[in-house]
């Protein structure tokens, strides 16, 4: 089992572009989590889907979409980069079993935004 | 306000000595409680969790954590504290409000260095 994979590792994106992040699982978890980490503020949720053709807003949404087609792949858009969106994103899933189930976390991506 | 509190940013130790990380948090209810630990440029791994029955709870790599309900705290301990656990620690806790999916909420982090 690979777990939890993301791409790409690293990205450098100027201003206005527009980039998508792909999550991977193969643990058949049906729950997928988009979480942005910047320094000083733990991780906040994004956005997260709890099954294939779902997704719902978390904490901070604004300027991000995603998409669930296939249940294990979660992407994460974003339209028009800004430098706020420079961050680290990590991808986690978890099964449907309640809330005291373990999110499994992907290594995460870099993202620079010039 | 509903909230995750890490007071400690960063904390430094001696290989061997003992460790307890804080974590207080701010909910209705008791939540689920978490710990997950981050090594520079990884993924979050899960330490240990706590969802009900024993308070003390034991996790991986010789860490434990003690949910005590009155001070509304879930404290990360190690009694002999290696160097390879220098790492970024997170409390990070699930607030029960209903439904089957797990939404965690973050603590900001306590660094821990360990020096030799």
């Known amino acids: 089992n690979a777990g939890v994979t993301q791409t790409p590792k690293f990205r450098v994106l100027k201003t206005g572009q527009s980039m998508t992040l792909l999550c991977a699982q193969d643990?058949?978890?049906?729950?997928m989590y988009w979480y942005r980490q910047d320094p000083g503020m733990g991780l906040r949720l994004i956005h997260y889907?709890?099954?294939?053709?779902?997704?719902a807003k978390g904490e901070v949404p604004d300027g991000y979409n995603v998409s669930r087609l296939k249940k294990q792949n979660f992407l994460l858009g974003l339209e028009s980069a800004a430098p706020s969106q420079t961050s680290v994103y990590f991808c986690?899933?978890?099964?449907?079993?309640?809330?005291?189930?373990?999110?499994?976390f992907g290594p995460g991506t870099r993202l620079l935004v010039l | 306000a509903q909230s995750v509190t890490q007071p400690d940013i960063h904390i430094t130790v001696s290989e061997g000595a003992s460790l307890e990380l804080r974590c207080n948090y701010s909910?209705?209810?008791?939540?689920?409680l978490f710990w997950y630990v981050q090594s520079p440029g990884q993924g979050l791994q899960l330490l240990l969790k706590y969802f009900s029955g024993d308070t003390l709870v034991q996790g991986i790599k010789g860490f434990e954590a003690e949910f005590k309900r009155s001070q509304s705290s879930f404290n990360l301990r190690k009694p002999s504290v290696h160097w390879s656990d220098a790492a970024e620690y997170f409390c990070?806790?699930?607030?029960?409000?209903?439904?089957?999916?797990?939404?965690?909420?973050f603590g900001t982090g306590t660094r821990l260095q360990v020096t030799l």
């Open positions: 990070a806790v699930d607030p029960r409000t209903g439904g089957t999916a797990s939404k965690l909420t």
């Open positions: 889907s709890v099954g294939e053709g779902t997704t």
């Open positions: 986690a899933s978890t099964t449907d079993r309640g809330p005291q189930e373990t999110q499994y």
């Open positions: 909910y209705g209810a008791t939540p689920y």
């Open positions: 643990m058949n978890h049906e729950y």
